[in-house]
């Protein structure tokens, strides 16, 4: 299973949304916006299935 990031604007890291997943479940995963507050920068980042990318369990930080 992977876990999936999007990018924070604000300090350039990746930041884990909650979302743990399989590669194949991508293409069809049905995901409206969503909204998290960052806890890398603080501030409110508004995402969709299009800025989720996929890590590895255990790859980075």
Same mark, same amino acid.
Not at 17 to 20: K, R
Not at 23 to 35: I, K
């Given at each position: 299973m992977s876990q999936a990031y999007i990018h924070c604007p604000n300090t350039g890291k990746d930041v884990y949304?909650?979302?743990?997943l399989e590669?194949? /479940?991508? %293409?069809?995963?049905?995901?409206?916006? /969503?909204?998290?507050?960052?806890?890398?920068c603080g501030g409110s980042h508004r995402f969709s299935k299009d800025d989720v990318t996929l890590r590895a %369990?255990?790859?980075g930080d």
């Open positions: 949304v909650g979302l743990n590669w194949s /479940q991508l %293409d069809s995963l049905e995901l409206p916006p /969503q909204e998290i507050v960052c806890p890398r %369990d255990g790859a």
